[in-house]
């Protein structure tokens, strides 16, 4: 697949249809796959990394209302139903199983090459969306009234802020994402100082007891950052 390039799978058992609509496909600027038959474009749908489909409904083998239903359940892309039928039962179940839209041959393939462009160009948009809301939330850990804000490296507990150094707030942040995974002091040494590190994994010991003091209610008794003796340090959800 030429790189850059949104690719679409049409499943279609009338070769020249599949053709027609390859060709305008193409002309519009998309790469374009066809399978013949529902259990081969089931197969392709599956494996491959689809832009979009287009699905007729009345294919050999297992049918294209079969077909979305598998595909649905695996991949969150737009699938676009082709029928000769204009009953709107099909509609409607087609649309059942997760299609995005339904088109009733006969058609224009340019009324096709625009319905592709228009679902294409909304789930763009959703999952740009969605992309940017989960990278925004990722930036900020939150558990149990602590929140750790990477992007302004600033924590609160409760909503009153804890002032930290530089190695203070990694050291917890570090901690904070990998919640009930055990760490030897070497492992925070080596995550944390890195090749910057002079002295030994004391210095591991001594950042935590005063994270511990700006965090915890109580420090000798934490509630995020246990110690396990005999081995180091873990953050309990």
Known sequence: MESGKQTILIIEDEEAIAELERDYL???GYLVKIANDGDSGAERALAGDFSLIILDLMLPGIDGFEVCRMVREKKDIPILMVSAKKEDYDKVRGLGFGADDYITKPFSPSELTARVKAHLARYERLT?????????????VEIRGLCIDKDARRVYVNGEEKIMTNKE???????????????TKDDLF????????VGD????????????EKIEINSSDPQYIETIWGVGYRFKL
Do not use: C
Not at 128 to 140: D, F, I, P
């Open 26 to 28: 193409e002309q519009a």
């Open 128 to 140: 740009g969306s969605a992309m940017q809301e989960m990278s925004r939330k990722n930036r900020t």
């Open 169 to 183: 707030f990694d050291l917890l942040t570090y901690l904070a994402e990998r919640p009930n995974r055990v760490f």
């Open 190 to 197: 080596r995550a944390i100082w890195a090749m910057e590190a």
């Open 201 to 212: 994994t004391a210095t591991v010991t001594v950042h935590i007891k005063k994270i511990r």
